[in-house]
């Protein structure tokens, strides 16, 4: 049973990772930085310089985040976000918007379209300080990656074009020609982030869907958990055995006759998926 587990009315929620024991997750137009701790039900912001799409753990402490200007090193401690590198000074109009690290400790992330006009978002890979496009062919709106137990499948997300392409990974990163995974049929949404469990199954949030699909390595759906609200963004395994799955979601896009009927969206949602997650490996910068 889903359940609403954070009173926060985000607008744009995304990004949830686990990371020792608390949830972290994104308001992307509120630019803001979230730590949810479900044991005692506290959380706590901190606010970012722009637009921030996601926060991952990175290799030495600290973390490493998605803002529109560029990847920051985040200190929560001090609450300072410092620009390490951005990977499109042209592209003005881009920002970060999802993002994942494989078992290697590789970083992916994409860029999108900020106006959701124009297929300018590209896939990025980065490792030990070195960030390259990954050459697949830019989509308006990117989501994911989703990366499998061995780092040697990746799961790239067109929103607009309703398709998840599943991409091989060479063992030095590079990316072999995409095929296509999934389609989501009309009237069903948009694919928005997505995440692998420990059987390698692929669990994909559902944009003006109410709800959140798994689907096997084959491509085939075998389960969907229904939420009482449209926008569903992305969800991240936690708690301690990493067995609860916990899901962001987003106001965005609704109007007020809609948000009367949705009073949770925003809100961060728990539901038991009746598998484990994997640990998330600290980014290597």
């Known amino acids: 049973?889903?359940?609403?587990?954070?009173?926060?009315?985000a607008t744009l929620g995304e990004g949830p990772v686990w990371i020792g024991d608390r949830l972290w997750f994104v308001d992307i137009k509120a630019h803001r930085v979230y730590r949810f701790d479900p044991k005692t039900g506290e959380s706590r912001?901190?606010?970012?310089?722009?637009?921030?799409?996601?926060?991952?753990?990175?290799?030495?402490?600290?973390?490493?985040?998605?803002?529109?200007?560029?990847?920051?090193?985040?200190?929560?401690?001090?609450?300072?976000?410092?620009?390490?590198?951005?990977?499109e000074p042209s592209l003005p109009g881009n920002r970060l918007n999802d993002a994942a690290t494989d078992s290697t400790g590789r970083l992916w992330f994409g860029s999108m379209d900020d106006g959701e006009a124009n297929p300018t978002g590209r896939l990025y890979r980065c490792t030990g300080g070195v960030c390259l496009d990954t050459g697949l062919p830019p989509v308006t709106i990117t989501?994911?990656?989703?990366?499998?137990?061995?780092?040697?499948?990746?799961?790239?997300?067109?929103?607009?074009?309703?398709?998840?392409?599943?991409?091989?990974?060479?063992?030095d990163g590079t990316l072999s020609k995409p095929e296509v995974f999934v389609t989501i049929e009309d009237g069903a949404g948009y694919p928005d982030g997505s995440v692998c469990d420990a059987?390698?199954?692929?669990?994909?949030?559902?944009?003006?869907?109410?709800?959140?699909?798994?689907?096997?390595?084959?491509?085939?759906?075998?389960?969907?958990?229904?939420f009482p609200v449209a926008n569903v963004t992305k969800m991240a395994f936690g708690g301690?055995?990493?067995?609860?799955?916990?899901?962001?979601?987003?106001?965005?896009?609704?109007?007020?006759?809609?948000?009367?009927?949705?009073?949770?969206?925003?809100n961060v949602f728990a539901f038991d998926p009746d598998v484990a997650g994997m640990p998330v490996t600290p980014a290597k910068i």
């Not at 049973?1 to 009315?9: D, F, Y």
């Not at 137990?149 to 392409?165: E, K, N, Q, S, V």
């Not at 199954?201 to 229904?226: F, S």
């Open 1 to 9: 049973m889903v359940q609403s587990v954070l009173n926060v009315g």
């Open 45 to 87: 912001h901190w606010e970012a310089p722009d637009q921030v799409g996601w926060v991952l753990p990175a290799e030495g402490g600290g973390m490493i985040v998605g803002v529109k200007t560029g990847l920051h090193r985040f200190d929560p401690a001090t609450g300072k976000f410092t620009l390490l590198h951005d990977p």
């Open 199 to 226: 059987e390698d199954h692929v669990w994909v949030g559902l944009y003006a869907g109410h709800g959140i699909r798994r689907y096997d390595p084959a491509g085939k759906l075998v389960q969907t958990v229904e």
């Open 240 to 266: 301690p055995d990493l067995r609860t799955a916990y899901a962001t979601t987003a106001r965005k896009g609704l109007d007020a006759e809609a948000l009367k009927g949705q009073p949770l969206a925003g």
């Open 143 to 171: 989501n994911g990656p989703a990366i499998t137990r061995d780092a040697r499948t990746l799961y790239h997300t067109d929103t607009g074009g309703r398709t998840i392409w599943r991409v091989a990974v060479d063992a």
